[in-house]
């Protein structure tokens, strides 16, 4: 039978979603890890895994979830919540349950997320270049209302280079999205181009000042970053970088 996967991210709530379908066997297992790896590194305020479609099945297999939880939550400090599994995987898990976040359906799982009151914020902006300074103001209100003032000035420089790139490369509005974990302070934007930032390396200008939205300027991305990376969606793309909260 055949097996599907489709990651789904809500951008404005701070979620993303893992839908799988077919039969876990070892070889799906593993493409299902991978998937949830790949959405808990983004360090959304969580990944929601929906089972309502994973056909019941007894074994090692079932093993990957409660390990794939584990692993989010010490790599990116993000917290994953399962959802609409058949009663056969629920009894499967066992003994288990109490470090396997279960829950009925999507929406309780979402309900769970909002009150646990993430640290999450966003913005939509005009591709203005008055919109730098209010990527900026979001990101520093961010940073001190989350005790993270020491993050302060390196997320403000970072968001800037992103804002800029968005605005120069981009051409129309775009969003600005924060978030907070245990591990690492996210910083993202939104914008309608599909074509991925690329970093430059062309000689720098007189006096060596690294122009905004230049491509030179996302080497200080990357070197101000524990990661960085760039997800394409199905209407352009998020831009983001993680900044480490807590030693490595």
């Known amino acids: 039978m055949r097996s599907d996967i489709i990651t789904e991210r809500d951008l404005d709530a701070g979620l993303a979603t893992v839908r799988f379908s077919g039969t876990l066997s070892s070889e ?33 297999a079932v093993s990957v979830l409660p390990a794939l939880t584990r692993h989010a939550s010490r790599t990116w400090g993000v917290p994953v919540l399962l959802c609409g599994a058949a009663a056969e995987i629920v009894r499967e898990l066992g003994s288990q349950r109490g470090s396997v976040a279960l829950y009925d359906r999507r929406d309780d799982a979402v309900l769970a997320v909002r ?45 800037s280079e992103l804002a800029t790139n968005a605005i120069q490369h981009a051409g129309a509005g775009f969003g600005v999205m924060v978030s907070g974990t245990p591990v690492f302070l996210r910083i993202g934007v939104r ?58």
Do not use: F, M, Y
């Open 28 to 60: 799906t297992a593993g493409l299902l890890n991978a998937a949830v790896g790949r959405a808990a590194a983004e360090c959304p305020a969580a990944v929601v895994v929906d089972l309502s479609e994973l056909h019941p099945v007894a074994g090692p």
């Open 115 to 159: 009150a646990g009151v993430p640290r999450w914020a966003c913005e939509h902006l005009s591709p203005v270049p008055e919109s730098v300074a209010v990527a900026r103001r979001v990101v520093g209100d961010s940073c001190e209302a989350w005790g993270l003032g020491q993050l302060r000035d390196r997320a403000c420089l970072v968001v």
């Open 191 to 248: 914008d309608e181009s599909p074509a991925p930032p690329r970093i430059t390396n062309l000689p720098g200008t007189s006096g060596a000042i690294v122009p905004a939205g230049s491509g030179r300027g996302l080497r200080i991305v990357a070197g101000l970053a524990s990661h960085w990376g760039c997800t394409a969606l199905s209407t352009g793309k998020i831009v983001w970088a993680l900044l480490r909260i807590s030693p490595a």
